[in-house]
């Protein structure tokens, strides 16, 4: 199939040994399958070519499409194959691998509750956009994310046809030790759906693996449903303080999980389930030390969008607990530990400063001399490479909404004291987009589709008054004969956003004139966010020299998240004239998604 993307791309012959799968929504390779593929390609080569990408940190590219295809050419040893080669970043590359896959009607169960996960993760957690993006019910999405509590022995069995999806439906309700051994028995046995149900009803629940409340003035303390209140009628297999309402658990569970992200989404700015991420989409985020991002990085990342925690949601030892902080834009995080990690090492012509020094100290040293202590040089103390500055960190939803606020205001008033032609280029700009997403051809001269909004303003500027009039009136013609039923961007606010960051950065606004720090912008930012505004602004310096600053410090900051605010504009600061580095740095790129 024709994989739908607005990058560029090109089609080449490359080495098989050079690509590696890094995510592919398919979980279920069968052998026969796979042979009989390799011997038609044997017969008749190869049709259509894999899709890759570049990867960012080696020679060789990751697979986004046809790893079925990639398999049987391995099988038949083939050294070479032709490959589309599609320039795009990480992000662009799983949005392709699941539309091609999902795309396909043999898509196990499981593979599909895999690609559910991952939309619903680009959508934000919005359930009816997955299933809208997904072409499925609402019922449909509901029912394959349930297969995210199943254990990989599940999902796989589901995969390989071995049990049906009522089998996992049932299992995924239990914990994760018991879907195991429950799996074995029903595969070993052929046990049916309805056997199972049946025997699921009975199965309990330790009540010591619960992560609510189910002490002494708990519902569970009186409940009948809780074992330990019917002395020894189950016998051995069930002694102790056991639940055997399944249900009654699981939803008291996901309503301790969700309270516990709500807390969590004060400080972080993302806070996810284990069960709505796949693994590969974040990491540790680490300041020092192997896979650090060093302490100047480090405290950048506290502000951004990705800086969060997760939570743990599948029924194993680890339910509950929360694994903080972490970066949920990996490809982001790879490129600052590869900067943080180039910036120690020593510069190459420090060494070479270094290697004279010790060369001279060698011959002309009195004998017995003893080098300094720890056996370093003087040089040696300048020999680590200058750090690379901290790039600016990508706004939280919240504080990115906040930061467009004055946005909106500077490319309105752009616009109003310009002539015509700003406003011409961003109807056609805006006109063009709708047409493309809703899959109407663009007129020729309007070109959106893989280029940057603020350069595709900047290029219609360059023309002249008739041309841009001429255009508009080509664009406005296709909006009323073209088809819009289901353009994303005449549904939401991405959009304007993109549009006005574009004029800021295209026009060179000062948001200096157009912003102040308040109440409502620091309300929207977390706790941390908060924090790394204060201290970039040099309110933290300016409240620590004040009489009793450090206590006053240290209060603000174990004050809660919805006092903190009020607690900082009362402190007195001056804050005429600071600009936040998300407010100056204001991107298109930053704002879709929000």
């Given at each position: 199939m024709s994989l739908e993307t607005a990058a560029p791309s090109e089609v080449a012959v490359i080495p098989l040994a050079s690509v590696r799968v890094v995510y592919n929504p398919r979980r279920s390779f069968k052998q026969e399958a796979l042979q009989r593929l390799a011997d038609s390609i044997r017969e008749h080569d190869l049709i259509q070519p894999i899709a890759v990408r570049p990867a960012d940190d080696s020679e060789g590219?990751?697979?986004?499409?046809?790893?079925r295809r990639l398999r049987a050419m391995r099988l038949l040893e083939r050294e070479n194959a032709p490959a589309r080669i599609i320039y795009c970043d990480a992000v662009e590359a799983r949005r392709l691998a699941l539309l091609e896959n999902t795309d396909r009607e043999n898509l196990s169960v499981a593979e599909e509750a895999l690609a559910a996960r991952d939309e619903l993760d680009r959508a934000g957690g919005d359930r009816a956009a997955a299933g809208s993006k997904l072409g499925w019910s609402q019922s449909k999405l509901a029912s394959r994310l349930l297969?995210?509590?199943?254990?990989m022995a599940v999902l796989d069995a589901v995969a390989e046809g071995t049990i049906?999806?009522?089998h996992a439906e049932l299992l995924a309700g239990l914990p994760e030790a018991m879907q195991d051994k429950a799996l074995g028995r029903v595969i070993a046995n052929n046990v049916s759906v309805a056997a199972l149900r049946e025997d699921v009803k009975g199965v309990v629940i330790p009540l010591s693996t619960a992560i609510f409340d189910t002490g002494a003035q708990s519902a569970c303390a009186t409940c009948p449903f809780n074992t330990a209140l019917q002395g020894t009628l189950f016998g051995e297999a069930v002694a102790g303080a056991n639940c055997k309402n399944r249900q009654c658990?699981?939803?008291?569970t996901n309503t301790e999980l969700e309270a516990r992200r709500a807390r969590l989404q004060e400080d972080y700015a993302t806070v996810a389930l284990t069960t709505e991420k796949d693994p590969a989409s974040y990491t540790a985020l680490i300041q020092n030390g192997e896979g650090g991002v060093g302490p100047e990085q480090y405290n950048a990342c506290r502000g951004c969008q990705?800086?969060?925690a997760l939570l743990h949601?599948?029924?194993d030892g680890r339910l509950g607990q929360t694994e903080r902080p972490i970066c949920f834009n990996v490809e982001c995080n790879r490129e600052h530990v590869r900067a943080y990690?180039?910036?120690?090492k020593p510069a190459p012509e420090a060494t070479a400063q270094a290697a004279d020094s010790e060369a001279t100290a060698t011959h002309t040293k009195p004998a017995g001399t003893k080098p300094p202590s720890g056996g370093k040089t003087a040089t040696n103390a300048k020999l680590k490479a200058k750090p690379k500055r901290a790039s600016a960190p990508a706004a939280s939803s919240g504080a990115a909404k906040a930061a467009m606020k004055p946005a909106y205001t500077a490319a309105a008033k752009t616009l109003l004291a310009s002539g015509t032609k700003e406003p011409l280029a961003v109807a056609i700009l805006a006109m063009a987009k709708v047409l493309n997403e809703a899959g109407v051809s663009l007129p020729d001269g309007v070109v959106v589709t893989?280029?940057?909004?603020?350069?595709?303003i900047a290029k219609l500027l360059g023309s002249d008054e008739a041309a841009l009039a001429s255009l508009f009136n080509t664009c406005a013609a296709a909006m009323v004969v073209g088809k819009q039923a289901n353009c994303q961007f005449s549904r939401n606010d991405v959009f304007p956003a993109v549009i006005a960051a574009s004029l800021v950065q295209g026009q060179g606004v000062d948001m200096a004139t157009h912003f102040t720090v308040d109440e409502n912008y620091l309300a929207a930012h977390t706790k941390e966010g908060i924090t790394v505004v204060l201290e970039e602004s040099g309110f933290k310096t300016w409240l620590l020299g004040q009489d009793e600053g450090e206590k006053r410090w240290k209060a603000l900051l174990a004050s809660k998240k919805a006092d903190m605010p009020k607690d900082v504009m009362k402190a007195g600061f001056a804050w005429a004239g600071f600009v936040p580095s998300a407010v100056a740095s204001i991107s298109p790129r930053s704002f879709v998604g929000v």
């Open positions: 590219y990751e697979l986004i499409a046809g790893e297969l995210l509590k199943a254990s049906d999806i009522g658990f699981t939803e008291k990705f800086f969060g949601a599948k029924h990690a180039e910036s120690q893989g280029r940057k909004p603020e350069d595709v």
